[in-house]
């Protein structure tokens, strides 16, 4: 492996090892309480549902003075309330004093006095501080223009004594001693016009010289010069180029801002505009940005819908115009339906509206949540229709559901899409100046100064972003449901199809206009579903018709680099909204981002976030065309399905009708056939999207701005077309910038070519070898890839196969090839990189070796090894005339077994592990549909039986992970200790165990090496039913409070740790990688670079994970624990339900009396603990039989355990070994037997035991040492 | 029933196909000859007294203090505990005498004994399936030769075999076959097997089957009453025993089923299953309820009272109350012949929402569906072929299904793709996390 010469990098890794092995600043919040409680501490942490509805309805309704009277109100009873601290933030105040001063501007004149005064008086607490909130530039900005307005001079003069509003010497001084720039308020978002601007620096220099004011009046002539300087304007050279959106006619009606057409902009000498983008500069001392692209974006997030509304008017437009008006042939174009449906829905939702805003008009009574009115007026009804029907069409075939979608997504997504809508109008009216990342500089990512100087950047940034936002508030889930189903309600009553069909008998056509759209149910697993689906004919056009026209940006990729993470909602997109992490309806989880955002917690996330988001790319031409081509012939290849469905139907047998038997066969096959044939149709759509995305973005660099799901794995997030999608997205996919081959790169690039066609099993130089006898098939391949042999398509990944093969051939037919400028990315991948983690963990020598830790020649190759030992079972079951064994004989391949040993140390179950191999034994096609379940089950058992023991290592660590996560997750924090035992006495009927289960609220939350808190949200979500004018829906809502589910806190925990893990050392070596220039991509666990790169990022890849295993992680983590849950307290009851008294009492030679009565007395709140003298290690060995599977039992699905007792019973009986099945059912036994013997006495309820002491050690660590990972040729490959 | 195959399959190859009466030198017969039991037939002409086996002749059952370790020790698995069997001998014998004398006024003697096996002068053949440990097999055999000459017992749980077994040598009338009665592959080897070589087929307008009748047990699981379902399902295409002719049918289920497939359109138990019932056949109690009531009295497994509160809903579990109902194929069918998908088809569809009226509902019938609403209330037809359409859904009757789905089978739009069962199909496009 060759190394950059040079210090840098040593000192590099040092500070990286030294980051690593710092205490890393945990970020503590309180455990949400159980429902129906409260405390101060809690509402400062965790907002509810009412008040997110109130300040939702106070947006609405201040929203163009929709209701300002009553947005008052409601934010009076708020600023009583204890919540206020939290949820009132000085933006919000700045929106209600502007709106105020509209009202007493021109809506409202008669009560003019009285707006006046009410603003003045918020103004004025604020000021002397009774308020929350602390004054900013804005709210001076705002201050003065009410000031410029109504001073006694002016054209509406009033007496500043008669409303209390303060004079622009007060003003000013207020302004000073908070020490706020005065240039921020010339600049501030709420001053609207040059003209304004002007006035106030005036009325500015004027009181600071009456004040003798130096260094403000100097500031004032500083900030007039920037304004009057000449600054290209940013938007007079858009280019007609738009991508996706051309061919671009703007149209100056449609409400752009930033007209530059506009006469008035120019004339006058001060710019305002201009003022605002030197400001930000300045502020943020950044690299401005090439303006086209800049503008190309803004407008490329800006008029998204107003663009597809002029498409959609275009074509229906053309169409018309070629004779195609008459009804039925029209209505074969989606983009005409469209069009249809949308001038009928907005004319629709016109009188809707109207009409809703009426009648709640009459409405005298206040109750705040249950008006409509102000959200639909917050966005026109022509985007609203819009909004709706693009959604509408997008989720076609998400959530599983096959030319539909559940209604509860649907609405959820429509509403959400509103409010996203009303949130970006907001953000482009206030034009915010784009900061843009900064190159890493100076000290580098881990160093002290070095993240000290990352953390003030993001805060400064973030400040100036802040202070220049308008405010907005969140929506709830039922809110969105509420916009969301009135807007679908609409559309489904307007839209429509014109069908037709061919009577059979008579040959006839008929036609019959039928509904676009229509809402039925589903029931699944005894679930009603609601679900919305598409009228077969729009579904049928969705996979042949373009698409483009249904995307919105926040689906694509962007045109330059995604603005940088600033805050946990701040950052991707420049004008749509994204969260850096995506929550799985958890507000635990969003508060502790913020939260650890806020502490600074978060800088290297950001900054890896970042560095992912900043690699460019392009769309590869070449593989383009060759798509294209194939996708046009609607024929099928390489995971590109046909335009019909080519698998043949199968044939209804002769007795079906009297013969059940032989009508379930068919039955099962018709439906496999089905489900064949639904899923071919979204896989067309899928590859429709793709190929849509690829054409708009030909000969463009773009970015992938990225996100996080909660364990800190990073996803790309445009959703269609990314690096981390499959074959056929990869292969199109580019580096945008090209580095010369060289020797080095040149043999990685045929490496890579091998590895793509599946050949990655043998050592590096027999993969180059491989890729030299192949030449004369990849050239072919490269030169007519349609039309030669079609060697690519047999590779395991075909279209990344055909652009490597053509690649190579560009390269070795350049004059020089070790100078050819390559743009591939080369990838190296973790050979099964969740099993390397356990085995560094675990010191585990043999789990190393197996997953190429160690110093070999060869690469090990763990998924043939199972495939290998499955097969030889599978052999002697063969011998034996065991039917299945003889079914699957010589079928068992790496591939069938890979993904089952891949999630084992994932802890797939063994329901798991048979959906898994029973989808590979369908895809090979050579074992009978109705028979694949059967055999799935029988293969899965033998899979995990082979795995067995081959991970010990592993196991160990899952075991101890699991026992932590179980233990914390039946924990109590110590201030619920006293509820907790109070709680059994009020609930006599229920058992012990029961009655304090609402109690249980504790969440396994962790930190991971670079500082993100990580927080698991199972929880017992209780689902709330919604009527709506379309459906009743279930939602859940993230901010009500539920018990934790602590059977999937404890399952999911060791999976979710070494995720956390893989993608800590992923951002280490993002981070790394951008330290030492590299360009860098991923996709979890696999790393891509340039050809000439891979040795050095190999080096950087390897440098990292060292550095990460060094700093002992479980030790760590188990410190973490006894930190974070210090003082949480496990009932004994809930111990006691296994079998771990008696366990322990065995152990410790006493009786598990004496064992209960030393650890907890009864009716203490402060209970004793369980004696020292308990070792943990039996602990752990006693909790691993208590807590093992107890309650997966209980909420096992039944067919499992239907099926496993019986079959387990006559296959082990007969080769006499005890296999997982067997040992589950002794363990039942006996834990049936304990149950008998120790029942719960009286008031264990009411004694616990300190979790802290309950914790086992950790797991001893093997002999293995991380440092050989340098010398491991195969670790990344 | 799918998961029997693979029994089905391994049994092919031992056993021999036909009743080839080989007593064969290299495997043991597991079935014998069927036509040495007709030849025994000739004795159940006898006056009844005189073939009645006294049930103490039998091979005895276990004391009931023993029955939970004999036929459901801990472990056993959740199918077999759901299994609910006769244990009262008294009630065994009552069920009994009402299960076989019920058919008799609907028996077009006259005719019907006339051929087939009648014509021989053997009476009838009885399939019993899930008898469980056998206390209702043994009552059945304490009846006297002339109400049936042949019973074919299908068990294939080994603890229950152990005492199902023996009274094949006692009762030369018992056959066991040990294989479950919930698997179609059962019944085809019946037939293979010839079993049922010598049953008559009868017109299906000729009354009710002379001398085939099916008699079973229904496991108290979710297969319950899938199985009461399927069975049903059977008669509109005559296929499994209705190839024969209308065979009656008696089954002992649980209270739960009994309330769903008999329930009328103004009761709130009407569901589909109350549909199909309505349409296929005539339903009704053999004895009344309280017969059977409590279920301790009369029934095995005893319902465990320890141990945590069961989540299973009420009709699930043991100790729910059981019935005996007895079921004849309706002679008018109001499914046509294969126009049983369709009816699945509108019945899950509308009854998704039940409580709503059938205007409201229609609409999720299929995209477009609305357009049913004129053929099914067009004035111009006689009020006979109309609807109303504020009827909610469950409470429309024989009549009103009928039209609808005939209506529906008119639609040139109706979807033809009525088999999948639901196209929900979770993973087809999966989230991000393994």
Redesign the interface.
């Known amino acids: 492996m060759s190394k950059p010469a040079g210090q840098s990098d040593a000192t590099g890794s040092e500070d990286m090892q030294s980051f690593l092995n710092r205490s890393t600043s945990f970020t503590l919040l309180p455990t949400p309480l159980p429902p129906d409680h409260n405390s101060h501490l809690h509402d400062l942490y965790f907002i509810d549902s009412v008040t997110q509805d109130s300040l939702a309805v106070i947006d609405a309704c201040l929203h163009n003075c929709y209701d300002v009277s009553r947005a008052k109100q409601i934010f009076e009873t708020l600023r009583k309330s204890p919540k206020a601290e939290v949820v009132l933030d000085i933006r919000l105040y700045n929106s209600l004093l502007e709106s105020f001063i509209a009202m007493a501007t021109s809506k409202d004149i008669d009560n003019r006095l009285i707006w006046l005064e009410d603003a003045c008086t918020l103004f004025n607490s604020m000021e002397t501080g009774m308020e929350v909130a602390v004054p900013n530039a804005t709210t001076y900005a705002i201050m003065f223009s009410t000031w410029l307005s109504f001073n006694p001079k002016s054209s509406q003069p009033i007496l500043p004594s008669d409303i209390g509003m303060r004079e622009p010497p007060a003003l000013l001084r207020g302004l000073v001693d908070r020490q706020i720039p005065v240039s921020h308020i010339v600049a501030s978002r709420s001053i609207s016009s040059d003209k304004e601007a002007a006035d106030i620096i005036k009325l500015l220099s004027k009181t600071a010289v009456d004040m003798n004011l130096v260094s403000v009046v100097d500031e004032l002539g500083r900030t007039q010069a920037l304004g009057n300087s000449l600054f290209p304007d940013p938007l007079r050279d858009v280019p007609e180029a738009m991508p996706v959106l051309r061919p671009k006619e703007y149209d100056p009606t449609l409400g752009e801002p930033f007209d530059p057409n506009d006469p008035d902009q120019q004339e006058i000498p001060f710019n305002l505009e201009v003022l605002r983008k030197q400001l930000g500069q300045l502020a943020l001392a950044r690299r401005v940005l090439p303006d086209d692209v800049a503008s190309r974006q803004k407008l490329l997030e800006d008029s998204v819908y107003e663009e597809a509304a002029e498409r959609l008017k275009h074509q229906a437009e053309v169409f018309d115009k070629l004779g195609l008006g008459d009804g039925s042939l029209r209505g074969s174009h989606l983009q005409s339906w469209m069009w249809e449906w949308h001038q009928k829905l907005q004319k629709r939702l016109k009188i809707e509206i109207a009409d809703v805003v009426k009648k709640e008009e009459a409405i005298v009574d206040s109750k705040a949540n249950s008006r409509l009115g102000p959200f639909l007026s917050l966005v026109s009804p022509d985007k609203l229709s819009l909004i709706t029907i693009l959604e509408l069409m997008r989720l076609q075939g998400s959530g599983g559901v096959s030319e539909g979608m559940k209604t509860a997504r649907a609405l959820l997504t429509i509403g959400r899409a509103i409010e996203l809508e009303h949130k970006s109008e907001i953000c482009r009216r206030n034009n915010i100046t784009i900061p843009t990342s900064n190159p890493q500089t100076g000290p580098g990512y881990f160093t002290k100064s070095g993240y000290r100087d990352l953390h003030a950047r993001r805060v400064a940034a973030r400040k100036f972003m802040e202070d220049s936002e308008e405010w907005a508030a969140t929506w709830t889930q039922i809110l969105r449901v509420k916009v969301g189903s009135f807007l679908v309600d609409a559309l489904m009553d307007v839209a429509t199809v014109v069908r037709s069909t061919t009577i059979k008998q008579t040959g006839e056509i008929v036609y019959e206009e039928q509904p676009a759209f229509f809402h039925s149910y589903e029931y699944l697993r005894g679930h009603k579903l609601g679900v919305v689906r598409l009228n077969p004919e729009v579904a049928e056009r969705m996979s042949r018709d373009g698409l483009r026209e249904t995307l919105h940006p926040r689906q694509l990729p962007m045109l330059v680099k995604p603005k940088p993470w600033l805050s946990y909602d701040q950052g991707g997109y420049f004008y749509s909204q994204s969260s850096a992490m995506r929550f799985k309806e958890s507000q635990e989880q969003q508060s502790y981002l913020k939260h650890a955002s806020d502490q600074g917690n978060l800088e290297l996330v950001y900054a890896g976030l970042d560095v992912l988001g900043s690699t460019p790319w392009q769309v590869n031409q070449k593989v383009f065309d060759v798509v294209l081509k194939v996708w046009n012939s609607g024929e099928r290849m390489c995971k590109i399905p046909p335009a019909v469905y080519d698998a043949p139907e199968p044939e209804k047998p002769e007795n079906y009708e009297a013969d059940p038997k032989a009508r379930m066969v068919y039955l099962a096959r018709q439906k496999a056939w089905s489900q064949g044939k639904a899923n071919n149709h979204s896989g067309r759509c899928s590859v429709n999207y793709k190929v849509e995305i690829a054409r708009a973005f030909l000969g463009d660099q773009i970015y992938l701005p990225h996100n996080m799901d909660f364990r800190g794995r990073a996803y790309p997030i445009p959703p269609h077309l990314n690096h981390i999608g499959d074959d056929l997205s990869r292969g199109l996919l580019l580096f945008a910038e090209a580095k010369p081959l060289g020797a080095s790169g040149l043999r990685w690039l045929k490496i890579h070519l091998a590895n793509l066609c599946g050949f990655d099993k043998g050592s590096f130089d027999e993969r180059a070898q491989f890729v030299d006898d192949h030449l004369a098939d990849i050239y072919d391949s490269a030169e007519r890839p349609l039309e030669g042999n079609r060697w690519w398509q047999k590779a395991e990944d075909p279209w990344q196969c055909l652009a490597a093969c053509m690649e190579l051939r560009s390269a070795l037919e350049s004059p020089d090839p070790l100078a050819f400028e390559s743009n591939f990315p080369v990838h190296q991948d973790g050979t099964c990189n969740g099993l390397q983690h356990y085995a560094a963990l675990g010191g585990d020598s043999q789990g190393a070796q197996q997953v190429n830790l160690g110093a070999t020649d060869r690469p090990s190759d763990v998924y043939s090894y199972v495939a290998a030992m499955v097969q030889e079972r599978i052999k002697s079951d063969a011998a034996k005339q065991v039917r299945f064994a003889m079914m699957l004989e010589g079928k068992i391949t790496r591939k069938v077994v890979k993904q089952t040993v891949m999630t084992t140390v994932y802890g797939v179950t063994f329901v798991g592990a048979r959906d898994q191999i029973e989808k590979q034994l369908k895809e090979r096609k050579d074992i009978p549909e109705e028979e694949c379940w059967l055999v799935a089950s029988y293969l899965a058992k033998k899979v995990m039986e082979c795995i067995g023991n081959l991970f010990s290592g592993a196991q160990e660590i899952q075991t101890w992970l699991n026992i932590c996560a179980r233990l914390i997750s039946k924990s109590i924090p110590p201030a619920r200790i006293p509820a907790a035992v109070s709680a059994p006495q009020k609930k006599r009927k229920t058992s012990a165990t029961d009655s304090t289960k609402d109690e249980q609220m504790t969440s396994v939350i962790w930190t991971t090496p670079l500082g993100l808190p990580i927080v698991q949200p199972y929880r017992r979500a209780k689902k709330k039913q919604v009527a709506t004018s379309i459906q009743t829906v279930y939602i859940s809502d993230p901010n009500a409070p539920a018990t934790v589910n602590s059977v999937k806190q404890a399952s999911a925990f060791p999976p979710n740790f070494i995720h956390s893990l893989d993608a800590t050392h992923m951002m280490l070596t993002a981070l790394e990688c951008q330290t030492q220039g590299l360009t860098f991509a991923s996709v979890h666990d696999s790393y891509w670079t340039h050809a000439c790169s891979v040795d050095q990022m190999s080096g950087i890849i390897r440098d990292t994970f060292i550095a990460l295993h060094s700093s002992n992680i479980l030790g760590k983590l188990h410190d973490e624990f006894v930190e974070r849950y210090k003082g949480y307290r496990v009932p004994i009851a809930w111990l006691k339900s296994g079998t771990l008294v008696k366990q322990l009492a065995a152990r410790e030679h006493t009786t598990s009396d004496e064992i209960l009565n030393s650890a907890a007395q009864r009716d203490s709140v402060e209970p004793k603990e369980v004696g020292p003298h308990t070792s943990t290690e039996d602990l752990l060995e006693a909790l691993d039989l208590a807590l093992g599977s107890e309650e997966d039992l209980e909420e096992d699905e039944p067919q499992e355990r239907e099926v496993t007792p019986t079959e387990a019973k006559t296959e082990t009986e007969g080769s006499g070994d005890t296999g997982p099945a067997v040992s589950k059912r002794k363990k039942r036994r006996t834990r049936e037997e304990m149950k008998a013997s120790y029942p719960l006495g009286l008031g264990d309820e009411l004694k616990f035991v300190e979790l802290t002491k309950l914790l086992p050690t950790v797991p001893k660590k093997g002999n293995f040492e991380v440092n050989t990972v340098k010398k491991s040729l195969y670790f990344f490959s | 029933?799918?998961?029997e195959?693979?029994v089905w399959?391994?049994l092919l190859k031992r056993a021999p196909r036909s009743a080839s009466n080989q007593t064969s030198t290299s495997s043991k017969p597991i079935f014998r000859n069927p036509h040495k039991a007709s030849i025994s037939c000739s004795y159940s002409t006898l006056p009844s007294n005189s073939g009645e086996t006294p049930l103490s002749a039998l091979h005895p059952l276990p004391e009931e203090s023993e029955w939970k370790r004999v036929f459901s020790p801990?472990?056993s698995?959740?199918?077999l505990r759901e299994r609910i069997s006769i244990r009262n001998p008294k009630t065994a014998r009552a069920l009994a005498e009402g299960f076989t004398n019920w058919t008799k006024p609907f028996l077009k003697a006259d005719e019907a004994m006339g051929r087939g096996r009648a014509a021989k002068g053997a009476p009838k053949i009885l399939i019993e399936a899930f008898p469980g440990p056998g206390a209702l097999t043994r009552a059945l055999l304490t009846l006297p030769r002339d109400t049936f000459d042949r019973l074919l017992v299908l068990e294939n749980h080994p603890a229950y075999l152990d005492y199902l077994k023996p009274l094949e040598q006692i009762d030369d009338r018992v056959k066991v076959i040990p294989y479950s009665g919930y698997s179609?592959?059962t019944y085809?080897m019946l037939e293979e097997q010839g079993w049922l070589d010598d049953v008559p087929k009868i017109p299906w307008d000729d009354g009710v089957h002379p001398s085939l009748h099916f008699i079973s047990h229904v496991p108290l699981s979710v297969v319950g009453e899938q199985l009461m379902n399927?069975f049903l399902r059977?008669i509109p295409?005559?296929?499994?025993l209705f190839?024969y002719g209308r065979v009656p049918l008696n089954l002992i289920t649980g209270e739960w089923v009994w309330k769903r497939s008999s329930a009328g359109p103004m009761e709130s138990a009407r569901c589909k299953l109350s549909v199909i019932a309505d349409a296929t056949a005539e339903l009704s109690l053999t004895l009344p309820q309280e017969r059977l009531l409590p279920y301790v009295e009369h029934f095995h497994p005893l319902v465990h009272t320890a141990g945590?509160p069961s989540k299973k809903p009420v009709g699930r579990k043991v100790g729910h109350p059981m019935v005996g109902v007895s079921i004849l194929p309706h002679e008018d069918q109001a499914i046509g012949?294969?126009m049983l998908e369709k009816w699945d088809y509108c019945l899950?569809?509308l009854f998704?929402?039940k409580g709503q009226s059938l205007k409201v509902a229609i609409?999720?019938?299929a995209?477009?569906a609305?357009?049913l609403l004129k053929p099914l209330t067009d004035p111009s037809l006689p009020p006979e072929q109309r609807l109303d359409m504020n009827k909610q859904i469950r409470r429309l009757d024989i009549r009103d299904w009928a039209l609808i789905i005939r209506a529906f089978n008119n639609w040139?739009?109706a979807?033809e793709?009525l088999?999948?069962?639901?196209?929900?199909?979770?993973?087809?496009?999966g989230g991000?996390?393994?």
């Open positions: 029933m799918l998961c195959a693979r399959r391994s801990p472990a698995p959740l199918i179609w592959d085809s399927q059977c295409d005559k296929a499994w190839k945590k012949v294969a899950r569809r998704v929402l609409g999720s019938l995209p477009g609305q357009s040139p739009f979807p793709d088999l999948i069962h639901d196209t929900y199909n979770p993973g087809s496009r991000m996390h393994e």
